[in-house]
T-cell receptor, first 114, second 116 residues
Framework: GESVGLHLPTLSVQEGDNSIINCAYS??????FIWYKQESGKGPQFIID?????DKRQGQRVTVLLNKTVKHLSLQIAATQPGDSAVYFC?????????????FGKGTKLSVIP | NAGVMQNPRHLVRRRGQEARLRCSPM?????VYWYRQLPEEGLKFMVY????????ESGMPKERFSAEFPKEGPSILRIQQVVRGDSAAYFC??????????????FGEGSRLTVL
């Protein structure tokens, strides 16, 4: 069955350092992946997505890497800021790109140390 | 352009009561999705609706839960005869289209249901 999980539940990073959040998925049919950020008491906010025909995609201060061989993706945040403190979820869509039925992992809590 | 609006933000119910959660999608969005989040868990898909149509309810519990998105007014997630296990955050999301080029869903801030 499909499942998306994270290697580490918490991550503490010094302000200004780079952060790397990892995620593993189990369904090899997954072809679309999204990272969401959820601040305390708020809903998830889209960060970046990547399709399975890519292995890297960059946004503003964020980069997502996809390794289909080992079914792993990561989110890299450059120059981490206090405002980046949140829970980060990876989600996948195994039923087709752009589908609504996302499967979310449990999340990694990122804490930025000023 | 207001985001996805959910109310109430917090709802407390006793076992056996009914809970009604409302969601107004972003302006111009006609697709609504409900997700549930248990404490310290990821979100789990419940149901996908368009105006007056349930497109996919495969994530909805078979009993006590129902959802609608009428022609006029917000989408409503209804939970009858609530039990303690229903305590969770319920998130609504909307998109301008269903399956499209992006899976980006715009989420509301959630409704947190506590069942005593």
């Amino acid at each position: 069955g499909e499942s998306v999980g994270l290697h580490l539940p918490t991550l503490s990073v010094q302000e200004g350092d780079n952060s790397i959040i990892n995620c593993a998925y189990s369904n090899s049919a997954s072809d679309y992946f999204i990272w969401y950020k959820q601040e305390s008491g708020k809903g998830p906010q889209f960060i970046i997505d990547i399709r399975s025909n890519m292995d890297k995609r960059q946004g503003q201060r964020v980069t997502v890497l996809l390794n289909k061989t080992v079914k792993h993706l990561s989110l890299q945040i450059a120059a981490t800021q206090p405002g980046d403190s949140a829970v980060y979820f990876c989600a996948d869509d195994y039923s087709g790109a752009g589908s609504y039925q996302l499967t979310f992992g449990k999340g990694t809590k990122l804490s930025v140390i000023p | 352009n207001a985001g996805v609006m959910q109310n109430p933000r917090h709802l407390v119910r006793r076992r056996g009561q009914e809970a009604r959660l409302r969601c107004s999608p972003m302006k111009g969005h006609s697709h609504v999705y409900w997700y549930r989040q248990l404490p310290e868990e990821g979100l789990k898909f419940m149901v996908y609706l368009q105006k007056e149509n349930i497109i996919d309810e495969s994530g909805m519990p078979k009993e006590r839960f129902s959802a609608e998105f009428p022609k006029e007014g917000p989408s409503i997630l209804r939970i009858q005869q609530v039990v303690r296990g229903d305590s969770a955050a319920y998130f609504c999301a909307s998109s301008p289209q269903g399956n499209g080029n992006t899976g980006e869903l715009f989420f509301g801030e959630g409704s947190r249901l506590t069942v005593l």
